[in-house]
């Protein structure tokens, strides 16, 4: 089964970066699609960026367009979202989930994802 684990996040001021790790175990294949999405209390969970085990082609939602930056090693098994010039709206708990449904494309929409990380928690202060 996949397994995935978050890191990487903290407190930060406005204007700073934070790069986040998502640490996987159990992919069978490369057929996998990573996302990742974040989610503030009381909101629904938002996608944001995704990314393709198998080629490495990547998505981002409008959100995440120009200052985010999706990743992945070379082993294949470490995706990273590098996160540029934060705002206190970016403040939320950070997931990353993968889906074996590559069929569905990148878009990152939460139903589409079976396995999910934890979280780790941003803060932007401002």
């Known amino acids: 089964e996949v397994q995935l684990v978050e890191s990487g996040g903290g407190l930060v001021q406005t204007g700073g970066s934070l790069r986040l790790s998502c640490a996987a175990t159990g992919f069978t294949g490369d057929d996998y699609t990573i996302g990742w999405f974040r989610q503030v209390p009381g909101k629904e969970r938002e996608g944001l960026s995704a990314?393709?085990?198998?080629?490495?082609?990547?998505y981002y939602r409008d959100a995440a367009k120009g200052r985010f930056t999706i990743s992945i090693d070379n082993a294949k098994n470490t995706v990273f979202l590098q996160m540029n010039r934060l705002k206190p709206e970016d403040t939320a708990v950070y997931f990353c989930?993968?889906?074996?449904?590559?069929?569905?494309?990148?878009?990152?929409?939460?139903?589409?994802?079976?396995?999910w990380g934890r979280g780790t928690q941003v803060t932007v202060s401002s």
């Open positions: 989930a993968a889906t074996p449904l590559i069929r569905l494309g990148l878009n990152p929409i939460p139903g589409y994802y079976e396995y």
């Open positions: 990314i393709s085990r198998n080629n490495g082609s990547t």
